[in-house]
């Protein structure tokens, strides 16, 4: 599953749906009802004005574990309570992409907490719904993503005797310094060592390196 697919997805359910309807309601049988609601798809229906959601399908919700797939009484803080730390930063990419008018397809990779509260991994492409040239909605189409626990180990073992010294001090909460005068090597050393640890495990800081060890266990 790639972008482009979803993508094909959204313009289907465009195609399909009248969605000014869905600012009556949620009707089950209207059309735009039970586009959103197909099981292939993961999807979310999203209220731009409050940026928060306000449905999510069956096979989202059975997801998360869930109750009910409407949301009367949530606000933004949902999407912190779902997503994963190290995934934050999408959801500072998808304020941005809405204050900037929500045009075309934003595609984001997304890190989900299911009802177990393990995480999953997810691709998704989102398009805004314009009703009178205004952006109402915005629909997001997730699929998961081809790869999960075993491709985060995979990418752990190929860290090197050193790397792994520093990553194990980092995660007993030294800073730089500490590591390098613990390792008896330079700052700058050090440095060089952590830029090449985010490379292959995919993270971006100290703390997102901690809670990627964290989250498999090491």
């Known amino acids: 599953m790639g972008y482009l697919d979803l993508q094909q997805r959204l313009d289907q359910l465009f195609e399909e749906c009248d969605f000014a309807s ?3 309601g949620f009707q089950p049988d209207s059309v735009a009802f039970q586009a959103l609601n197909c099981p292939k798809y993961y999807i979310t229906l999203h209220d731009l004005a409050k940026l928060k959601p306000v449905y999510i399908n069956d096979i989202l919700r059975d997801f998360y574990g869930f109750s009910k797939n409407t949301f009367a ?26 204050k900037k008018g929500g045009k075309g397809f934003l595609n984001l990779e997304y890190k ?8 999953e991994k997810f691709v998704g492409s989102t398009r ?9 909605f915005a629909i997001t189409v997730m699929e998961k993503a081809g790869f999960g626990a075993e491709n985060d180990i995979e990418r752990a073992q190929n860290v090197t005797p050193r790397e792994r010294e520093i990553i194990e001090l980092y995660c007993q909460g030294m800073n730089v ?19 090449n640890i985010y490379k292959k495990l995919g993270v971006s800081n100290s703390r ?9 266990q090491i």
């Open 22 to 24: 869905l600012t009556e």
């Open 73 to 98: 009484d949530v606000d933004y803080f949902y999407y912190f309570m779902t997503i994963h730390p190290t995934k934050y930063g999408a959801l500072l990419d998808s304020v941005l992409h809405f």
């Open 112 to 119: 989900l907490k299911n009802a177990r509260k393990k995480y």
């Open 128 to 136: 805004s719904v314009f009703i009178d040239e205004k952006p109402v």
């Open 177 to 195: 310094k500490e590591v390098a005068d613990c390792l008896s090597i330079s700052e700058s050393t050090v440095k060089v060592h952590l830029k």
């Open 208 to 216: 997102e390196l901690i809670t990627f060890f964290e989250e498999l």
